[in-house]
């Protein structure tokens, strides 16, 4: 009996084939648990069956044999990127790849180049160990019944839980990264085939020779879960500090969703034009028109059906990088981790950086779901007893750590510009939307009911200024200083930028910036569920 058990594994299980496939999951382990695929090994075995049922069906010794190539290429390709970018193979860290110069590739291969001889020769002699010590034929009916084992098994995780759930837990990372690879990379193909850098008419009427913008764009932070808008939980107890920082508290976001609100704050579309997103000039044509060297640093993955649009804009940047590269879709990155210190590092880069006129966007992952994952365990601060509360404090963890993080990145500007002191500079803090966190009706997240709830869209926006900047622009400072209660919304931050850096521009309209004197405060908030905000 126990005999013959041994043989079916055998037959099931190849022990070369096995090596082959399970290596590189326990080298992910031994890298970096925490971004590893915990159901590598669980997932792997599952589909090991499968992969051999044409060798025992046909009894062909080529089928074995390709199954064994298709792994080992794909083995060899998770070792490659786990001992040089200890992280596992995703369709986010291929485009980031792709992105990086050949230079700092093949430099960076260089070093890497004897630890990855080290692991990869023993894993060829593995690959021709297995292509010849293919397992006997033995009566396919093992299989058969191994096969409706695994299908069993697939159809009973499926009904225990979501089958997303499934698709992330019970699918080899490689086939979610093969996934897709061929649906959502040619989607962001087409998005950034669709989006080309365009020449716009603008003139820096400013004769400042150095200059710096920042925009920092934040995640699903509301505003009323801050400390700084008087919320009841210490959250920004860094902001809080500063004396530099101009709190703007009356501005609402136009849409209640990532990719429109984005698109809206930095293209010439809003609610009113109704402009479509793709068609619409944006800043990175108005920067780069106007001699800027332009930086895209996003910690929100770039591929995905919600992401596609925006990291379009994003790679037509002069630098573009993005720092979230575990994850194969817009599922997965709610799911892991990616904090967003991983933002700093770059950061400082591009601040280094002997451009003298620069503009950067960061995007942050901010307080996007799952809360728990937006904060590192130091910022596990705030506790719930019940499941409701404790979805609270989660969110208020978030923004606390946001706070550590909008905080950092001042910092970060405000040394620089002490450093350099000629270089006019200055940088805004918002978030794309708000965050209802049982706040109103009982409900949690940003979706559109028929109406949006208030916290939907009430947003913080914080704008720094440089010394140099409030010397050489005081009037300008003024009336900034003066609009902090005025009623905005975010959909024209477009023009306040422009604005703000001193580009003249037919684009530009000055009564809907936010830091001009011609502003109009009267615009009607109606945004867009059609429901004048103000009347609420
Ligand atoms: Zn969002």
């Given amino acids: 009996m126990i005999e013959k058990i041994l043989e079916l594994i055998e037959q099931v299980y190849p022990k070369y084939l096995v090596l082959i496939v399970l290596i590189p999951v326990f080298l992910g382990y031994i890298i970096d648990f925490d971004v590893s695929d915990k159901y590598g090994i669980f997932s792997n075995l599952l589909w090991i069956p499968i992969a051999t049922i044409p060798y025992y069906l046909t009894k062909k010794k080529i089928f074995y044999q390709l199954t064994v190539v298709f792994y080992f290429i794909i ?34 291969l260089g070093i890497q180049s004897i630890s990855l001889m080290l692991f990869l020769i023993p894993y060829t002699i593995l690959f021709y160990l297995s292509l010849i010590d293919i397992p006997k034929n033995y009566k396919p009916k093992y299989i058969f019944f191994l096969g409706g084992l695994t299908l069993f098994i697939i159809g009973m995780f499926s009904f225990s839980s ?26 962001y193909n087409m998005a950034v085939e ?39 939980k210490e959250t920004n107890p860094k902001l809080k500090k500063r004396n530099d920082v101009i709190v703007f508290d009356n501005v609402v976001s136009p849409y209640s969703n990532t990719i429109e609100t984005v698109m809206s ?3 010439e579309s809003n609610l ?56 194969n879709s817009s599922y997965e990155s709610d799911l892991k981790s990616s904090l967003d210190e991983k933002l700093f590092e770059p950061f400082s880069n591009a ?18 779901l799952l809360y728990n994952k937006r904060y590192p365990e130091k910022f596990n601060v705030f506790k719930g007893e019940i499941e409701k509360h404790q979805m609270i404090a989660e969110y208020d963890n978030s923004i606390l750590y946001n706070d550590f993080v909008i905080d950092s990145l001042f910092n970060m500007i405000k040394l620089n510009s002490i450093k350099y002191t000629k270089q006019i500079t200055s940088a805004i803090y918002l978030s794309d939307h708000g965050e209802n966190v049982y706040d109103e009706l009982d409900l949690l997240g940003h979706h559109v009911i028929e109406t949006f709830p208030k916290s939907n869209v009430e947003i913080p926006f914080l704008v720094w200024l440089s010394s140099s900047f409030k ?43 936010l830091f001009h004197d011609n502003f109009n405060d009267k615009r009607l908030r109606v945004l867009s569920d059609g429901i004048n905000y103000d009347k609420k």
């Fill in 75 to 108: 083995g060899f390709l998770e070792i490659t990127h786990w001992l040089l970018l200890k992280g596992p193979l995703s369709v986010a860290s291929l485009l980031a790849i792709s992105n990086t110069n050949f230079n700092e590739a093949s430099e960076f």
């Fill in 162 to 187: 979501s089958t997303s759930k499934f698709l992330v837990k019970g699918t080899p990372q490689f086939a979610r990264v093969s996934y897709s690879f061929v649906y959502d990379f040619r989607k």
């Fill in 194 to 232: 669709n989006n080309k850098l365009k020449e716009v008419e603008v003139e820096l009427v400013s004769n400042f020779k150095e200059q710096l913008f920042v925009l920092i764009i934040g995640e699903s932070a509301s505003r009323n879960h801050m400390s700084l808008y008087n919320y009841r």
């Fill in 265 to 267: 704050m930095i293209t």
């Fill in 272 to 327: 009113e034009n109704k402009l479509p997103f793709h068609k619409s000039k944006d800043l990175i044509d108005v920067f780069h028109s106007a001699g800027f060297k332009t930086y895209w640093i996003s910690n929100q993955p770039p591929l995905g059906w919600a992401e596609n649009l925006i990291s379009s804009i994003g790679a037509k940047a002069d630098k573009s990088k993005f720092v979230n590269i575990l994850n």
């Fill in 351 to 368: 601040l280094n950086d002997k451009a003298s006129k620069k503009f950067i966007i960061l995007h942050l992952m901010g307080s996007h």
């Fill in 471 to 513: 010397i050489s622009a005081s009037v300008k400072v003024n009336i900034i200083e003066a609009n902090i209660h005025k009623p905005f919304v975010s959909d024209d931050l477009f023009h306040s930028i422009l604005d703000l850096n001193n580009i003249e521009s037919p684009l530009l309209e000055e009564q809907r910036s």
